[in-house]
């Protein structure tokens, strides 16, 4: 299996390849890329899906003879994000097919390459191909985010990302040599010498630092809602349903399972704490963005930090021995991330079909795209509902989980650990709210109402590879939704290496179970209930009720109706995104995201109309890039002053460098 | 036979609640009439409007879209499955099992969310004003029920209701300051979640101080009958909630107890009829407050569930 998908990420490289092969022959590379990505992903989701039900394959070297010992391996936890990633691939290359044959080759290039990094990091069984994988993925996303590079703000964003992900890299790679101080880089080795002291907490800080910048967790999430949606469509949908998952699989690879299950409680509290946050303020900002994919990227830090959460009371469940609530937790976390893979995938994709047929990503310039577009509506709807967590959809399962594994955290024992609990615990659940107030927002805005543009009224649906795209993961987010218990058994290799611990008494088809007598969730019942009583209401209503529908114009408590050249009447009657931002921003905007709202009047006499002009700033844009800029324009400054220095001063800078490198081996060499 | 008899008790409360629910609204408003000096609607008039509203063709704007016509059944069935699991007179109900907190809060969103996507349909002014407000006192109300549950899973080991609820009537738990505190941030959050004053007034209809109202302006006929049918028997489940967490006096034990469901329908209609007088006692003695004082009475009710679930912490600690 493994033979296989070395093959895969071979074939994926030429793939990179042929785009520039053919440039100025006008062959028809997006067709061949795009299917052979589509063909690569199906081959990702086959060998995981595979390894979930099978066993894990024994571990093998990437190429036969190569240069460094590259070993690939399969386990459990590998195997179901490689199926994530295999199902978000498959929507995303089908997507492409229909709707990006004719992207430049810079675009063409490096989407295969952003696949095979991924899949790359997620098979990589040592420290070295998992960098190698890492750094190729944000490579290669970084040359997609900067496809439209025409536009400044792309370009801005292209330029933050890379800085992030250069940071990323430079947190990671220490932190993997801090992991292999025996001097041996595999996993297996690692996990022979946990790291202890000073240098698990070293590890602690930097892989937080390294795969959460990535992840997208709070602090480090300001590249996000840029670069997500500067990137293409289908593009975007693979970064945040996929690429942010491959950063949590390296956070929970490094910290829970390499570093072993040896560590304190307190291992588990950066993650809750950071967890909490991100779900908060990407919550609370999906409420007020007003351009779609913004909005979708802000909803993906508050779901990073939902699965955050899950792994960090997974750790600390471990730590203090409740195996069968650490297996919940984890379980929350692996559910959750292939859930929010699908339904944000879902999500992008239906948002980049809007944007293809009403030709706006501004909330304010569609509208009554249901009418338009049904099937992309229906599909969104289904993504929306998910991410507001609405049972029985696939997002509700997830956060049943989590908020069950919060709502017993206080089993923990300490006290300050039991705060802490409760705390993330009301937190999730606003965020959880909050995420059902952005949906809202969000399908309301773009498919209900009145069409702000002409454009949007006259969208249509994508072809029918485009909406197969949108159809199947709409359909696995129901399905998923309604077998949890399977999925978590499923999950099972996963749960093993994460906390060994397994839930298979737990989860039935029919239900999953917390614990003995605690609380239990039965998709498949409630579904049923649902239907049946909606069912009955329709039947009993429809019976006694007068049938059809009158149709008349909108009552809108009398207002008058639009004048002749306004067919879809007045943009500016309806609810604009600030609008309906506008209470969240007024009740919880000011402490976090200092909010400002402010109102233009034009002076007495002048009939021009007063203007109301409402912004917010995120924290971290003012705690730590702000402050990181000047550090930068300081640096630039002092290091300017070497272009002044005499010849001899210039030749003193290469000699004392190399003396410095020669006394560090000489004192190396004498410990 | 267990199972039989609770499709038996599962049936016979459902019935119970949907005759109820209108019921109960009317109450509360002749309660509330005869506090304030008039003499009021009798308690039926619900059931009538119910009828009569049944019997019209709905009139639906030109551009309203398949939801506004599948959103009524969407919120009513939401709110009716929610009704279902939480037990009135008797425990052991067949959907017991089904009954967790957790899921009934996610069916009260389902039920919220439908309500507010038929706001949005037409693209109406209010029907956004609404929609927005509806789900901002949501995103406040939610974390003070979760705190709540949080309680009641630490003091009862579950999130199961029908757990919790047999767990607090034995009463071995004793007279606990946090169940106070709990109860007052479920308090809170049943007013808001119901659309009744000090947050929002059932009655108005003057467009700025409205919220419920704003988004179904637009339903008429079958539609507008299921969304108030659907209101009653949220207020309902609200008032069943309570009466079953924290009132459990005399509800039937689960299996084959006739005497024991007559005393607990006696119970359960007692103790409604109290809940009825207490809330429209407080609606009557209290004003609407502006909309952007809400988060205020919601934060607060935060903060109780908050004190409720640390007071546990430490007095288990002490114990």
């Given amino acids: 299996m493994l033979t296989a998908l070395s093959l895969t990420l071979a074939g994926l490289v030429m793939l990179a390849v042929l785009p520039l092969l053919a440039l100025g022959r006008g062959w028809p590379v997006g067709a061949v890329v795009h299917g052979g990505s589509l063909l690569a992903a199906a081959i990702f989701a086959g060998c995981g899906l595979a390894a979930l039900l099978g066993g894990a394959p024994a571990p093998q070297a990437l190429m036969p003879g190569s240069w460094a010992p590259m070993l690939l391996a399969l386990d459990g936890l590998s195997a179901w994000f490689l199926l994530l990633l295999g199902l978000a691939g498959a929507c995303s290359a089908l997507f492409a097919l229909s709707h990006y044959g004719r992207a430049p080759a810079r675009v063409l290039s490096a989407y295969p390459l952003f696949l095979a990094g991924m899949a790359l990091t997620l098979l990589a069984a040592d420290g070295f191909t998992l960098l190698l994988g890492f750094e190729g993925m944000s490579l290669a996303s970084w040359a997609l985010v900067a496809a439209d590079h025409e536009q400044a703000e792309n370009r801005r964003a292209a330029r933050l990302y890379l800085i992030f992900a250069v940071a990323s890299g430079i947190c990671l790679v220490p932190a993997i040599g801090l992991l292999a101080a025996g001097g041996e880089i595999t996993f297996a080795a690692m996990r022979e010498a946990p790291p202890e002291g000073w240098r698990a907490a070293a590890v602690l800080a930097l892989v937080v630092a390294g795969a959460g910048a990535k992840a997208g967790l709070v602090p480090l999430h300001a590249w996000l809602p840029l670069a997500h949606p500067a990137a293409p469509s289908h593009v975007s949908a693979l970064m945040s349903g996929a690429m942010t998952k491959v950063a949590i699989y390296v956070l929970a690879r490094l910290l829970l399972d390499v570093t072993g299950p040896a560590q304190p409680i307190w291992w588990g509290v950066p993650l809750l704490v950071l967890g909490a946050a991100s779900a908060v303020l990407g919550a609370l900002r999906a409420n007020l963005e007003e351009d779609s994919k913004t909005l979708l990227a802000c909803s993906t830090i508050e779901n990073v930090g939902l699965i955050a959460i899950g792994l960090g009371l997974a750790c600390a469940f471990r730590a203090a021995d409740l195996g069968a609530l650490a297996a919940l937790a984890a379980g929350a976390a692996a559910l959750h991330a292939l859930n929010h893979a699908l339904f944000k995938s879902l999500l992008f994709l239906g948002l980049g079909e809007v944007l293809h047929g009403a030709a706006s990503r501004r909330l304010d310039r569609l509208g009554g795209l249901i009418h338009a577009m049904p099937w992309t509506a229906a599909a969104v709807l289904v993504g929306a509902g998910a991410a507001a967590s609405l049972p029985p959809l696939s997002g509700f399962a997830g956060e049943w989980l989590l908020l069950q594994a919060l709502l017993a955290a206080w089993r923990v024992g300490d006290l300050a650990f039991q705060v802490l609990a409760v705390g993330v615990a009301a937190m999730a659940a606003l965020a959880a709210a909050l995420a059902a107030a952005a949906m809202v927002r969000l399908f309301g805005m773009a498919f209900l109402g009145r069409p702000r543009t002409p454009r949007a009224a006259g969208a249509a649906d994508g072809p029918w590879p485009a909406r197969l795209a949108l159809l199947l993961p709409a359909g696995l987010t129901v399905v998923f939704g309604l077998l949890p218990g399977p999925m978590l058994s499923l999950a099972e290799g996963a749960l093993q290496a994460l906390v060994r611990q397994d839930v298979t008494e737990r989860a039935t088809i029919a239900a999953i179970r917390v614990g003995d007598g605690a609380g239990a969730y039965m998709p498949i019942g409630i579904a049923l209930l649902l239907a049946v009583l909606g069912a009955a209401i329709v039947f009993l209503v429809k019976r006694r009720a007068p049938s059809g529908v009158a149709r008349s114009p909108a009552w809108d408590c009398g207002f008058i109706a639009p004048p002749q050249h306004l067919p879809f009447g007045d943009p500016i009657t309806q609810p604009s995104a600030a609008g309906l931002g506008q209470p969240l921003r007024r009740m919880l905007g000011n402490p976090v995201l200092a909010v400002h709202e402010g109102v233009t009047m034009p002076p007495p006499g002048d009939p021009s109309p007063a203007r109301i002009e409402a912004g917010f700033a995120d924290p971290s844009d003012r705690l730590l890039l702000a402050p990181l800029a000047r550090l930068r324009d300081a640096v630039v400054v002092r290091t300017e002053r070497l272009r002044d220095l005499t010849l001899a001063q210039c030749l003193m800078l290469p000699f004392g460098t190399l003396v410095a490198l020669l006394a560090l081996i000489a004192w190396l060499e004498a410990r | ?319």
């Fill in chain 2, 1 to 319: 036979m267990g199972f039989l008899w609770g499709l038996l008790t599962q049936v016979v409360h459902l019935a119970l609640m949907l005759v109820a629910a209108p019921l109960v609204v009317g109450v509360i408003r002749w309660l509330k009439a005869r506090m304030m000096g008039r003499i009021g609607a009798s308690p039926l008039q619900p059931l009538r409007d119910l009828r009569k509203l049944l019997l019209k063709r709905p009139v639906l704007a030109e551009n309203a879209s398949w939801i506004s016509r599948a959103a009524p059944y969407a919120g009513a069935g939401a709110a009716l499955a929610a009704v279902a699991l939480v037990p009135s007179f008797a425990r052991g109900m067949a959907f017991a099992p089904l009954a967790d907190l957790v899921l009934i809060a996610g069916l009260l969103a389902l039920g919220r969310v439908a309500m507010a996507l038929a706001g949005l349909d037409v693209g109406t002014a209010f029907g956004g004003l609404g929609a927005a407000r509806e789900m901002s006192f949501a995103a406040l109300a939610e974390p003070a029920l979760l705190l709540a549950v949080m309680s009641f899973a630490i003091l009862a080991g579950t999130t199961g209701l029908d757990a919790i609820a047999g767990t607090f009537q034995e009463g071995a738990l004793g007279l606990r300051v946090s169940l106070g505190l709990a109860l007052v941030a479920l308090l809170a959050v049943a007013v808001a979640e119901n659309a009744r004053i000090p947050v929002d007034n059932p009655a108005t209809h003057l467009e700025l101080t409205m919220v419920h109202e704003a988004m179904i302006l637009e339903a008429s006929g079958r539609h507008l009958a299921l969304w108030e049918a659907a209101a009653a028997l949220r207020l309902t489940l609200w008032l069943a909630l309570l009466a079953a967490i924290f009132f459990p006096f005399g509800t039937a034990p689960s299996g084959f107890a006739p005497l024991g469901w007559l005393v607990g329908l006696v119970a359960w209609v007692a103790k409604i009829g109290v809940l009825c007088l207490a809330l429209a006692a407080f609606e009557s003695a209290i004003a609407k407050m502006r909309v952007f004082r809400v988060p205020e009475f919601l934060g607060a009710a935060l903060l109780l569930g908050l004190l409720g679930a640390l007071l546990l912490f430490v007095s288990t600690r002490l114990a």
